[in-house]
């Protein structure tokens, strides 16, 4: 059985009450980090050990130990700053998040000691014998967020003012060192993910982009270009897909459109092993630039994270059969849209509500694929 499954997930899980309260007594500093972290560790047994019961092939640490799926890891490290702001650049469509901004204070660069390395060790000691998937932020996010949501107010540092290729190749070289330092502690099995791609599909944005001078298809081909680099050194067993996202805070959005516009640079050229695409909604169009994807698996975002309300297992069936027009059937897997808590806020449903979007994922591949 191959990365990705034919039931997948993209990462994040509902927060447990107990896991939010320690946090909030941790912020008011009534408990220490000590006791914080023992709280997230029984948390992310517990949900592992749901993970396995609802027969999930590869498990995650869902983001407990996160506020935000990108910035907790972007900000620590080596020479990136993060900053506090009243709004984000992007606008969620409702609830809003509280806003924030990344900088560069020096050469970015993977620290030895980055955190997320001791999160995805604990979960590979309590995964045993079952798969372990690690979610990170793609390197897009952090020029995406540092540069170009943020270039009414961008400062390059010395190293990069006028010098964008020597950003590039750090961020190349930060990624890359992350890469190979997951691998060393056993992760086979890593995910970027991406709301980059999903913003370069939404018209409004790319004018309100091209009214500040930014190409957003240029752009969007450096992206790429510095994921296949980091990709060029990435063992072979190690399987790395992408998720692209449109946004998802407390079941709101900020970005609408059809991959048709990100198809040619992204789905045609991007060496990654594996996409997992949002595809619960109109805003995602339809399949057809499905067709410039090579041999990569594509993972249908086909079951909504954002609402309790179930989806007809027919009709997703015949979704993945329209699917199959552009992609072959065991080239499809199918997932929900998003993970059910980008924040640790949470997606405005109940753990229960969660755990039956993943039991119809999973009966749904199970009755179109015999591998699954």
Known sequence: MSRPYRYDIVGSFLRPQELKEARSKFANGEISKDELTAVENACIKDLVEKEKKAGLHAVTDGEFRRRMWHLDFLEELDGVQKVDQQNWSVEFKGKKPKGATLTFTDKVHFPADHPFLSHYKYLKEIAGDTD????????????????VRSIDTYQPIPRYDGREDVLFDDIVETYTDAVLAFYKLGCRYLQFDDTSWGEFCDTEKRENYAKKGIDVDEVGRHYVDVINRILEKKPADMTITMHICRGNFRSTWFSSGGYDRVADI????????????????DRAGDFKPLAKIKDQYV???????????????????????????????????????????????????????????????????ESVWKDA
């Open 132 to 147: 372990t998937k690690m979610t990170i932020p793609s390197p897009s996010m952090l020029h995406l967020i540092a540069c």
């Open 266 to 281: 992204l789905f045609a050229n991007c060496k990654v092993n594996g996409f997992f695409l949002e595809y619960d909604s």
């Open 299 to 365: 993972v249908l975002g086909l079951v909504t994270s954002k609402f309790p309300e179930l989806e007809d297992k027919e009709a997703v069936k015949k979704r993945i059969q329209e699917a199959t027009q552009y992609v072959p059937l065991d080239h499809l897997c199918v997932s929900t849209q998003c993970g059910f808590s980008s924040t640790e806020e949470g997606n405005v449903l109940t753990e229960e509500e969660q755990w039956n979007k993943i039991r119809l994922v999973k009966e749904i591949a």
